[in-house]
């Protein structure tokens, strides 16, 4: 699992209109022991209508992936779709832990508050609670910077402790190619 790629993009509404047609190009080349692994903000939007468009650009651009594949193919998936509820934000609640390590000035009892207690149900959309929080502490005072709070936070996550369980299906995700690739390099 050492030779990742990172493709990024402005936005859902740009993942979305380039992603059929980056997927057709990566079929005609990709290796079949090489993953893609698609992770997108659900927002404001149904989480079963959003993963079925991205099953169905995934599948007609020829992959098989981790959710349409039949129980004697599931290791031969190329592709998993994971929907992140509601924002990525939400998985730096799910540690509270880490922002505390992140923003030292912050309120040592965010985990435990009602509001963040489930991250993936923060009420009000998740970037602006953690700007109202970081703020409130004396960070990010002209509006949050997200990148540079991902680099923030991230160093300091344990991500078997996180509470959000899209990130927990996110982890699994990961844990699991990381098994089949150590099998596949001990065969």
Not at 27 to 38: E, G, L, Q, T
Not at 120 to 128: A, L, Q, S
Request: aromatic letters at 10%.
């Amino acid at each position: 699992m050492s030779n990742l790629t990172f493709i990024l993009f402005k936005g859902k509404k740009d993942l979305l209109s380039k992603l059929p047609q980056r997927l057709k190009g990566y079929k005609a080349w990709i290796p079949d022991d090489h993953r893609i692994i698609i992770l997108i903000d659900r927002d404001n939007e149904d989480c079963q209508k959003l993963k079925l468009e991205l099953e169905n650009i995934a599948i007609n651009s020829g992959f098989v992936t981790k959710s349409s594949a039949t129980s004697e193919r599931k290791k031969k998936y190329q592709l998993i779709n994971r929907i992140v509820i509601e924002e990525l934000e939400a998985w730096f609640f799910g540690d509270g832990q880490a922002l505390v390590k992140a923003y030292p000035k912050l309120s040592k009892n965010i985990p435990e508050q009602a509001k963040y207690r489930n991250p993936d149900g923060i009420k009000g959309g998740t970037w602006e609670a953690l700007e109202k929080v970081l703020q409130k502490a004396g960070y990010h005072q002209g509006g949050l910077e997200k990148l540079k709070a991902a680099r923030d936070i991230a160093p300091y996550m344990d991500p078997r402790e996180n509470k959000s369980k899209s990130f927990q299906v996110f982890y699994s995700c990961l844990l699991e190619i990381k098994k089949i690739a150590e099998k596949s390099e001990s065969s």
